[in-house]
């Protein structure tokens, strides 16, 4: 990939850039829809990652390239500001615009960027490119931002130039991410801690239903509405109670259930699945693999059956491997109805598992199915 992005570079601009920046993609482990509830989730970086090629100019001129896509893109920095046209430039140009932000002298540059992260598979290719380009533009301006602040910056480049109000969690996995480790990350705090994930033997496939159904979005903010409606209802009696993270079953059991079924049922989830995760990790600290995959089949049943934002295609896949003895655990990742699966699989026993479920996929759904196996790698850094 360095000699790749280096070619396509000196082709672009007739020169060879001072600085090429990995930043991979990510997965979650466990511990979806936590993080807008101040809960935790264990994301970890995988071996797919974006990878930006940037020297700085000595004019005022940003000039891109997007070598997978066969586009450029220039602009002034004086006229920073998201584009409508296209969408791939504003990760790059809301990821530059936070040093000006901060009051930093931003002069022009040139830049190339390539991935081999997915596209529309949930491992969050957006942030791999604006941590990408943060990381290096820190490193070319001598501005010694830190990781955590960094992370920050790729957050609102997000938000500010590609208008999707992420939470923090993609950014933080693929600046912090390090190999074989995954990452409990406190989303109220964003205090954190590295716990080993050593698979030894078995590897993480993702198998994507190749499907996002239009509820997706919608849906996103209604079950918002519904955790923070539990959340009124108990700190009424219990005012100490701020979010799903302070509440407790029995709290949902006496002020949410007598109110509203559908309401408990979405909070229920998330104080279940914080507590999952807290568990899953002292697994994982033990090296009980096998322990914290029969947890991520409980989230799967949690967000199928009490969130509701699962669908039939990822339904499907996770019933399909629930009781093959090579699968350790599976579950739906993301935001929900579509996108892919998780699994932890015996690495000997991937290419049988995948020749048995493409086609019994494929023929029940009547859509492909993508596969890619993931290894887990360092964060963001320079190659």
Not at 116 to 132: F, H, Q, R
Not at 219 to 231: G, L, W
Not at 319 to 328: C, I, K, M, Q
Request: net charge negative; glycine share 6%; hydrophobic share 45%.
């Amino acid at each position: 990939m360095k000699e790749k992005i280096s070619a396509a570079f000196l082709a672009a601009y007739n020169a060879t850039p001072t600085i090429i920046v990995r930043s991979p993609g990510r997965v979650n482990i466990i511990g979806e829809h936590t993080d807008y509830n101040n809960g935790f989730v264990l994301p970890a970086a995988i071996d797919k990652a974006a990878y930006i090629a940037i020297s700085l100019r000595d004019d005022d001129q940003i000039h891109l390239t997007a070598l997978d896509l066969n586009e450029t893109f220039s602009i002034s920095v004086a006229d920073l500001k998201p584009v409508g046209d296209v969408s791939w430039p504003n990760y790059i140009l809301g990821s530059a615009a936070q040093f000006t932000k901060r009051g930093i002298h931003l002069p022009g540059f040139n830049a190339v960027l390539t991935s081999d992260v997915p596209m529309g598979a949930g491992l969050s290719s957006s942030a791999a490119v604006e941590c990408a380009t943060v990381f290096a533009l820190n490193h070319l301006l001598q501005t010694n931002i830190d990781r955590v602040a960094m992370v920050e910056m790729a957050q609102k480049a997000e938000h500010e130039y590609a208008g999707v109000m992420c939470g923090i969690m993609d950014q933080f996995a693929s600046m912090m991410g390090k190999e074989n480790q995954v990452i409990k990350l406190d989303c109220r705090s964003l205090s954190y801690e590295y716990v080993p994930f050593n698979l030894e033997g078995y590897k993480i496939v993702l198998l994507n239903t190749n499907v996002k159904h239009s509820l997706a979005s919608s849906e996103y903010n209604t079950r918002r509405k519904e955790c923070t409606q539990a959340v009124e209802w108990v700190s009424a009696h219990h005012p100490e109670v701020k979010s799903l993270r302070d509440a407790t079953v029995a709290m949902l059991d006496e002020h949410v259930l007598p109110k509203d079924a559908v309401v408990y049922n979405r909070s229920r989830y998330v104080v279940d699945e914080i507590a999952r995760l807290q568990d899953a990790c002292n697994d994982l600290q033990q090296g009980n693999i096998a322990a914290m995959g029969q947890k991520m089949f409980a989230t799967h049943d949690g967000l199928s059956k009490l969130y509701a934002v699962s669908c039939k295609e990822l339904d499907f896949l996770v019933d399909f491997v629930r009781n093959r003895p090579e699968v350790l655990g599976a579950r739906m990742m993301g935001g929900g109805f579509g996108g892919c699966t998780i699994n932890i699989v015996q690495e000997s026993a991937i290419d049988a598992l995948v020749a048995a479920v493409r086609p019994a996929y494929e023929a029940a759904m009547q859509l492909p199915l993508d596969v890619f196996v993931a290894s887990i790698k360092n964060g963001t850094e320079i190659i």
